[in-house]
C-alpha cells in the first residue's frame, strides 16, 4: 500500500490515534482522506487542520446504514476507496459487573462496525481487484487487557475477524491489516488513568507509552509491507509467545502485576 494518491477513510478519525492516521496519510500524499467519527465538530476541526484533501463525515459506526452511507457517500464523491481504517473503539474499565448496555456497546464498535465497513467497502474493492483494510485492534486483541473484560473480548474477536477476512480475501486483491499497539498516549489512556482503572495502570506499568503519530508511523511502515499483524510495540510479539508456549506462567506473571498494582 503505498498512499500516493490514495483514497481513505478514517473512522474514529476525530481524536486519539484516528486523527493521527488521518494527518500521517495526508502527509504521505494521500488524494483524499475521509474524517469520520461520532463527534461532527471534532471531525471538522480536524479535517480543516489537514488542509483541502481532508473531508469531514459523521458516522455512527454502530449504525449499518450509516456505514453504508459513508462509503457509497466517498465512493461518489471520490470514485473509490483504497484503505478503510475501521479505528473508532470504546473501553468498559471493569469485569463482569458491567451492565449489559456497556457490553452491547462494547460489542456493537469494537467488533459490529468492522463487519458492517467490510460489508459495505469489500464489494468496490473486488470489483476493481484490489483494497485494503486496517482494523484498529490493540494489544489487548493478542494479549489480554486486564481489568477490563469487555475490552479484551471484543479485541480478540476483532484481531479474529481480520484473521478471517485476510484468509478469504487476499487472493482476490483485498489485503487486511490489524493495527494491535499497547500503551498510546490518547483520551481513552488518560482518562482510564484518571479513573484509577486497574487496566490503565497495568498497561502504564508495563512498556513505553506512544504517542499517537508514533503509532500512525508504525501503521504506514506495515501498510507498505502489506502486514497482517501491525505492532507499534515490538515487545507485544514476544510477549504473545510467551502467552502461547506458556500460558499458565503468562497468567501467574500478569497476576504477580496486579498484585503489586494493588496492594
Given at each position: 500500500?503505498n498512499?500516493?494518491?490514495?483514497?481513505?477513510?478514517?473512522?474514529?478519525?476525530?481524536?486519539?490515534?484516528?486523527?493521527a492516521?488521518?494527518?500521517r496519510?495526508?502527509?504521505?500524499?494521500a488524494?483524499?482522506?475521509?474524517?469520520?467519527?461520532?463527534?461532527?465538530?471534532?471531525?471538522?476541526?480536524?479535517?480543516?487542520?489537514?488542509?483541502?484533501?481532508a473531508?469531514?463525515?459523521?458516522?455512527?459506526?454502530?449504525?449499518?446504514?450509516?456505514?453504508?452511507?459513508?462509503?457509497?457517500?466517498?465512493?461518489?464523491?471520490?470514485?473509490?476507496?483504497?484503505?478503510?481504517?475501521?479505528?473508532?473503539?470504546?473501553?468498559t474499565?471493569?469485569?463482569?459487573?458491567?451492565?449489559?448496555?456497556?457490553?452491547?456497546?462494547?460489542?456493537?464498535?469494537?467488533?459490529?462496525?468492522?463487519?458492517?465497513?467490510?460489508?459495505?467497502?469489500?464489494?468496490?474493492?473486488?470489483?476493481?481487484?484490489?483494497?485494503?483494510?486496517?482494523?484498529?485492534?490493540?494489544?489487548?486483541?493478542?494479549?489480554?487487557?486486564?481489568?477490563?473484560?469487555?475490552?479484551?473480548?471484543?479485541?480478540?474477536?476483532?484481531?479474529?475477524?481480520?484473521?478471517?477476512?485476510?484468509?478469504?480475501?487476499?487472493?482476490?486483491?483485498?489485503?487486511?491489516?490489524?493495527?494491535?499497539?499497547?500503551?498510546?498516549?490518547?483520551?481513552?489512556?488518560?482518562?482510564?488513568?484518571?479513573?484509577?482503572?486497574?487496566?490503565?495502570?497495568?498497561?502504564?506499568?508495563?512498556?513505553?507509552?506512544?504517542?499517537?503519530?508514533?503509532?500512525?508511523?508504525?501503521?504506514?511502515?506495515?501498510?507498505?509491507?502489506?502486514?497482517?499483524?501491525?505492532?507499534?510495540?515490538?515487545?507485544?510479539?514476544?510477549?504473545?509467545?510467551?502467552?502461547?508456549?506458556?500460558?499458565?506462567?503468562?497468567?501467574?506473571?500478569?497476576?504477580k502485576?496486579?498484585?503489586?498494582?494493588?496492594?
Amino acid at each position: 500500500m503505498n498512499l500516493t494518491n490514495r483514497i481513505v477513510v478514517v473512522t474514529g478519525g476525530a481524536g486519539g490515534i484516528g486523527s493521527a492516521l488521518a494527518r500521517r496519510f495526508a502527509a504521505e500524499g494521500a488524494a483524499a482522506v475521509v474524517v469520520a467519527d461520532l463527534e461532527a465538530d471534532a471531525a471538522h476541526a480536524v479535517a480543516d487542520g489537514i488542509g483541502p484533501v481532508a473531508h469531514p463525515a459523521t458516522v455512527d459506526v454502530t449504525d449499518e446504514d450509516q456505514v453504508r452511507s459513508l462509503v457509497a457517500d466517498t465512493e461518489r464523491r471520490y470514485g473509490r476507496i483504497d484503505l478503510f481504517c475501521a479505528n473508532a473503539g470504546v473501553s468498559t474499565g471493569g469485569g463482569i459487573e458491567v451492565d449489559d448496555a456497556a457490553w452491547d456497546r462494547a460489542w456493537r464498535v469494537n467488533v459490529l462496525a468492522h463487519v458492517y465497513a467490510a460489508r459495505a467497502v469489500l464489494p468496490g474493492m473486488l470489483a476493481r481487484g484490489g483494497g485494503h483494510l486496517l482494523h484498529t485492534c490493540s494489544a489487548a486483541g493478542v494479549l489480554t487487557a486486564v481489568g477490563d473484560a469487555a475490552y479484551t473480548a471484543t479485541k480478540h474477536a476483532a484481531v479474529g475477524f481480520a484473521e478471517w477476512l485476510s484468509i478469504t480475501y487476499r487472493d482476490r486483491g483485498i489485503r487486511v491489516s490489524a493495527l494491535c499497539p499497547q500503551g498510546v498516549d490518547t483520551p481513552m489512556l488518560a482518562d482510564g488513568l484518571a479513573a484509577g482503572h486497574l487496566g490503565a495502570r497495568v498497561i502504564a506499568a508495563s512498556g513505553a507509552i506512544l504517542t499517537a503519530d508514533q503509532v500512525a508511523e508504525a501503521a504506514v511502515a506495515g501498510l507498505a509491507e502489506e502486514r497482517f499483524l501491525i505492532l507499534p510495540h515490538p515487545e507485544v510479539a514476544a510477549y504473545a509467545r510467551r502467552r502461547a508456549e506458556d500460558p499458565d506462567g503468562w497468567q501467574a506473571g500478569l497476576r504477580k502485576l496486579v498484585r503489586r498494582l494493588t496492594t
